[in-house]
């Protein structure tokens, strides 16, 4: 049995019409039914909680895959994040968790419309960060920002407030997290075998 830890934001928390629901961790539990999946994502969260808590949440919980899931946050301008921080943040996770164990999502979409304080140059910063950094420590990574923004309904991904996943949203997400888990595992069971 292998353990999977979700660690994110109020949209890996599933968060919909002011609660947290199960809506991920329910759609990723569906295809590893021999595993267990743990969502530890805490609404309100940036990279810079998740890095004072990583060793209290994460290590002592031994994943064997860890799937970050940050930037809704980070990205906004209020208290705001540089974009080198974030980074920071993320490698800091990265290196203490190890990069066989990581999958790598970019900052989702979010309509800056209707939330301001999250641009599109800063949606778009953010992403480049992430996308780097699955370069550099060669992850598993989904350029969430873009599959979302290249959509031809992006608005129906997301709730009214602009920022939350709708159904349709957490389906897009599931699409594209499964085969990224399997590669994962599946490269991790040939480093051991070799």
């Known amino acids: ?5 979700l660690f ?3 949209i890996f928390a599933g968060y919909s019409d002011g609660k947290i629901t199960d809506a991920l961790t329910d759609r990723i539990s569906r295809h590893f039914p021999d595993d267990k999946v743990i969502n530890l994502s805490i609404p309100g969260y940036k ?3 998740a890095v004072s808590n990583i060793e209290q949440n994460i290590l002592n919980l031994q994943p064997d895959l860890l799937i970050l899931g940050f930037g809704a946050n980070d990205i ?3 208290d705001e994040i540089k974009p080198g921080k ?6 800091m996770i990265i290196d203490a968790v190890g990069k066989d164990k990581i999958v790598l999502l970019s900052p989702p979409y979010t309509d800056w419309h209707k939330v301001p304080s999250r641009p599109w140059t ?3 910063q953010f992403d ?3 996308e780097h950094l699955g370069k550099e420590f060669d992850l598993s990574y989904i350029d969430l920002l873009h599959e979302m923004s290249n959509s031809n309904s992006v608005q129906k991904l997301l ?3 602009g920022l939350h996943f709708t159904s349709k949203g957490y389906n897009l997400l599931e699409e594209l997290l499964v085969p990224k888990i399997k590669l994962t595992l599946a490269k991790q069971s040939e480093l051991v075998s070799n």
């Open 76 to 78: 906004s301008t209020i």
């Open 47 to 49: 990279t810079s909680n």
């Open 122 to 124: 800063r949606q778009l």
């Open 1 to 5: 049995m292998k353990k999977i830890v």
């Open 159 to 161: 709730q009214t407030d």
């Open 8 to 10: 994110g934001d109020s």
């Open 86 to 91: 974030f980074a920071s943040n993320l490698s």
């Open 128 to 130: 480049l960060v992430t």
